[in-house]
């Protein structure tokens, strides 16, 4: 506990029971050793007495003055590094070199770890000790610590990994949460609401000001974004560089090139629309990576495979098809809608170009803007000129369409979290056509129940729908549906108590039958436009 003390020419017990062991006279041994080693102010002995008098037992008296020189001392530190002299970090290594051989002593330990913190370069040698003692490297400032990591990416990648695996865990929650709505989903926060996340503000604390670790994060997330293909670690990417963004860290903004890009982006993805003026902001950086600096692109296209820069960019092509429609325009004649497409297209092909370090734009395919847009558009043109009392009707119409083209989606898109997640959503939306078998059967057979026992993820989402309108559904196919879905043995144990749980709602719900619903609002907020009568353009 004292250790240390000799070194610095101070007595410690040991000294004290040497004394006391070869002493003649005990009492006087104590006066001694209390008057050398007590605090050295004359005026202060004759006061001591007066303590005696009142029961204030020494050992508290010196406590309590240690204590408060203790704190004294730390703010002058304080002072003294926040100051502008220019010597002022000359005085605070003299003091670490005077105090350092205490640092394992409790009481003496903050300071030291107070004048770590507020030096800028830690003397190697000190940060070497540190980094070796466990215990002294979990209680020293982050500050010291990122003097450490930054030669040492090994102990950086221990600390971080773990939030890491925590930040996928959390998105992953997010999508296959119970609470299924089309107005409140995985995309609803905002930007700035998602990078108050634990995860994104403990990995800005730990880079603080510093580059080569902030380096050090993104070549993590790029490696375990082509190791796993998981698109929320290109989110965390975007959140990491607007938090920093947030707090002013112009040292680590001014050198990252994508940062503009990112910080247009990300007011899109705040209003959930890319409006003309931002759609040139855009376009005139992705324009202007110039020869020799392509690389950029890699982390350009890893922001834009960003789920939440995904659906921005979704919801504005639907808003362009929109406006189009109202104008008797084509595809091909809007610049915005292009852009678009580019960036979609930039974004969904990041995990390619990062693999083969390739940094080049994809070629975008034409019948994207010569067929697959105008079907789209006459998709949506057929879908206005229904009636309102063919809604059944409608809804069997759209969901058979979309149904048919699901199985031939780039990377497996229709069979993924995100799409289901957002799918299941929309289907509570038609919560009282599960009453049919017709629509049952264009919703799990014809679709969903064609590759859960192979994608254990579509197998959850199933039972996440199940679970929230199993009393809508016909009770012969809920039957079926049960034995269909009923979790094999090597099923995760997520997919088991989902099954359970729906188990358990499905007797409850014929001890007791349950009460009728108000049907939720149809209005999704949608713009209205006026179509012409015809489609544009044949299919």
């Not at 495979?305 to 808003?319: E, G, K, Q, W």
């Not at 879908?383 to 009392?389: E, L, S, W």
């Not at 369409?401 to 799409?419: K, R, V």
């Not at 192979?454 to 996440?464: A, D, G, I, T, W």
Request: charge should be negative.
């Amino acid at each position: 506990m004292f250790a240390g003390l000799p070194e610095l020419g101070i007595s410690n017990g040991e000294d004290l029971k040497e004394t006391l062991t070869n002493c003649t006279e005990p009492l006087k041994a104590i006066d001694q050793f209390q008057m050398e080693n007590g605090i050295l102010l004359p005026t202060l002995q004759s006061a001591l007495p007066f303590l005696d008098l009142h029961g204030t037992p020494r050992l508290e008296f010196h406590q309590s003055v240690f204590d408060e020189l203790r704190e004294k001392l730390m703010e002058r530190v304080a002072t003294i590094a926040e100051g502008k002299d220019e010597d002022r970090y000359i005085k605070l290594e003299e003091l670490l070199e005077k105090s350092f051989p205490l640092v394992k002593m409790p009481s003496i330990q903050p300071i030291i770890m107070q004048v770590l913190k507020h030096l800028p370069k830690v003397p190697e040698k000190k940060l070497k000790q540190v980094m070796a003692d466990k215990e002294l490297y979990k209680v020293c400032a982050v500050e010291v610590k990122r003097q450490i990591w930054q030669d040492n990416q090994a102990l950086f990648g221990d600390e971080v990994s773990p939030l890491l695996k925590q930040y996928i865990v959390e998105k992953e929650a997010a999508l296959f949460s119970s609470d299924l709505s089309v107005l409140h989903n995985f995309f609803s926060p905002s930007p700035k609401t998602r990078r108050q996340g634990e995860v994104v503000l403990k990995l800005t604390q730990m880079i603080g000001k510093n580059v080569k670790l902030y380096d050090m994060v993104l070549q993590f997330l790029r490696t375990l974004f082509l190791r796993t293909r998981n698109v929320h670690y290109c989110t965390l990417r975007a959140e990491l560089l607007m938090s920093l963004h947030d707090l002013d860290i112009s040292e680590i903004c001014s050198v990252d090139p994508c940062h503009k890009f990112s910080w247009c982006l990300d007011a899109c993805i705040r209003e959930k629309f890319v409006d003309a003026k931002r759609a040139r902001e855009l376009q005139g950086f992705l324009d202007g990576v110039k020869k020799g600096q392509e690389q950029v692109l890699g982390d350009l296209s890893m922001i834009l495979c960003d789920p939440f820069a995904c659906n921005t960019l979704v919801l504005s092509t639907v808003r362009n098809l929109q406006e189009l429609l109202s104008q008797d325009a084509l595809p091909r004649d809007s610049p915005d809608l292009l852009l678009l497409l580019r960036m979609l297209s930039l974004g969904q092909g990041a995990w390619d170009m990062i693999d083969s370090q390739v940094f080049k734009e994809p070629r975008m395919d034409l019948e994207v803007v010569t067929r697959f847009l105008p079907a789209m558009m006459s998709i949506v043109v057929d879908d206005y000129t229904f009636t309102q009392t063919l809604t059944f009707l409608k809804c069997m119409v759209g969901i058979k369409m979309l149904y048919s083209g699901f199985f031939d989606t780039y990377n497996d898109m229709a069979f993924g979290d995100i799409f289901l997640h957002l799918l299941t959503g929309h289907l509570t939306l038609l919560s009282d056509e599960f009453g049919s078998e017709e629509f049952c059967t264009a919703v799990f057979d014809n679709f969903l129940l064609t590759s859960f026992s192979s994608k254990e993820n579509v197998h959850r989402h199933c039972l996440r729908l199940l679970n929230h309108l199993h009393q809508k559904v016909l009770a012969s196919y809920m039957e079926t549906l049960m034995k269909t879905l009923e979790p094999p043995k090597q099923s995760s144990e997520s997919v088991k108590d989902l099954y359970t749980l729906l188990k358990e709602k499905l007797e409850a719900s014929k001890k007791s039958p349950p009460e009728p619903e108000e049907a939720p609002s149809l209005d999704l907020g949608l713009h209205p436009v006026t179509v012409p009568s015809t489609p544009t353009t044949p299919l």
